[in-house]
């Protein structure tokens, strides 16, 4: 029986992502429990501490892999059954997220008390049905998984779209190229039509009204983010078309120019507020810019630069591409589901623990909760991924593999 394609690259760049995102729910809890002149402190010690909190981008990125992951999956569904793909594609689904949610809900329920937020714990039934990112997030239970919800109702109705395209990989590309103009006027317009909008609230403990209207406008809603999971939709149907990437092939000068430009980007999309500080802008212009393509311009650079090493032909690999593609990289991306779920319950409960020692934070004990954070996360993820997310997805694995599909063969009728 042959095996589906795993895209080690992917796995890196999971892992990689997984990291800047605990790094920086632990210094966003951290805020929580102690005077907030000691929070502002530690962001301002240095870049290593700037770039930790700037790990909610690392959210961005995992909207891109599950937007080229997810169509990779429905496009050998529907290459083994067709119309029939769906059933088995929900089944999988499924199996795959409930099962860690559930028990990761239950862990909250018991651990909400340690949450420096209302636990909430009777609008659970959200969550149950993925709407929870529209609801207020004062009114919010398991608050971080608003992503989850995003993600959850992207599986629920991209598939649909195979189903109204026939099988046509030309049409599923041009609803997808609708669908990232749709994400950009509808993001754009918002912001522009409802401001001027300062820069987004870095912790709700200076200014509670602002990060709420922050978070329930522009940054937990499903019409505010879906571009990223489009374009990682996109990047894995031009690699199935295989236009772009022959075109990126027989050019390569042209195609390592533009992965520096990627990287550029995602400088400049990191960087940017270091730099803007620095020089003492205060534009509204150049914020508004910022809410608008930041986060779309880092997906963009991430999607291109997944396609263009997935989709290499001949060349030796980068440096990069080969850090990214160690197997040394396939367990933290396996943990990678159970930690999201976890962490924030983790640096809640070792924030609390340890709060009387950060009053006066020093470099040491500052180091030490980090530290905790990662290694009781990851501890626990594996325990979840071992005793529970493992298990269901041999359960839902349980029948015939589909056939591999070749990165160069055509999984979808061309017309």
């Known amino acids: 029986m042959e095996k ?51 790990g909610h981008y690392g959210v961005d990125i995992f909207f891109v892999l599950s937007g080229f992951l997810i169509t990779n999956v429905l496009l050998i569904g529907w290459r083994k059954s067709e119309y029939g793909f769906l059933k088995d594609f929900y089944r999988r689904r499924a199996f795959r997220i409930l099962p860690a949610y559930i028990f990761c809900a239950f862990v909250y329920c018991l651990f909400s008390s340690f949450i420096p937020f209302p636990s909430n714990n009777q609008n659970l039934w959200q969550n149950s049905l993925f709407i929870n990112n529209y609801f207020p997030i004062r009114d919010q239970a398991f608050l971080w ?76 809603r499903t019409h505010m983010r879906f571009g990223a999971i489009v374009l990682g939709v996109l990047a894995r149907l031009f ?22 430009i990627s990287f550029l980007t995602f400088g400049f999309v990191v960087l940017k507020p270091v730099a803007i500080a620095m020089l003492g802008i205060h534009d509204t212009g150049l914020a508004t810019f910022g809410l608008i393509f930041d986060r779309y311009l880092l997906s963009l650079a991430f999607s291109y630069l997944i396609l263009y090493s997935v989709g290499k032909t001949k060349g030796k690999k980068t440096w990069w591409e080969n850090l990214l593609s160690s197997p040394k990289w396939r367990l933290w991306a396996d943990l990678s589901y159970s930690a999201f779920l976890l962490n924030p319950i983790v640096t809640s409960v070792v924030a609390t623990v340890l709060k009387n020692r950060m009053q006066k934070i020093t470099a040491g004990p500052l180091l030490l909760y980090i530290s905790i954070c990662y290694a009781v996360t990851f501890a626990l993820s594996y325990l979840v991924y071992s005793l529970v997310e493992r298990p269901f997805l041999r359960m839902g694995r349980n029948q015939k593999r ?14």
Do not use: M
């Not at 892992?15 to 605990?22: A, E, N, R, Y």
């Not at 929580?32 to 770039?51: A, D, M, N, Q």
């Not at 195609?255 to 520096?260: F, N, S, Y």
């Open 4 to 54: 589906q394609i795993r895209f080690e690259l992917l796995d890196g760049l999971r892992s990689l992502s997984i990291f800047w995102l605990v790094g920086f729910h632990a210094l966003w809890f951290l805020g929580f429990f102690i005077p907030g002149t000691e929070f502002i402190g530690i962001l301002k010690r240095g870049l290593i501490p700037f770039l930790t909190f700037s």
């Open 145 to 220: 998984s608003w992503s989850l919800a995003i993600e959850e109702q992207f599986y629920i109705l991209f598939p649909l779209v195979f189903i109204f395209a026939g099988g046509s990989l030309k049409k599923i590309t041009k609803f997808s190229l609708c669908f990232l103009a749709l994400a950009l006027v509808v993001r754009g317009g918002y912001i522009l039509t409802t401001g001027p909008w300062t820069k987004p609230p870095i912790h709700p403990i200076f200014d509670w009204n602002n990060f709420y209207l922050y978070f329930d406008k522009l940054y937990g």
């Open 239 to 260: 690699l199935e078309g295989r236009t772009i990437p022959d075109f990126l092939n027989r050019r390569r000068k042209l195609a390592e120019i533009l992965t520096v």
């Open 402 to 415: 589909p056939r591999v599909v070749s990165e160069s063969t055509p999984v979808l009728s061309e017309h």
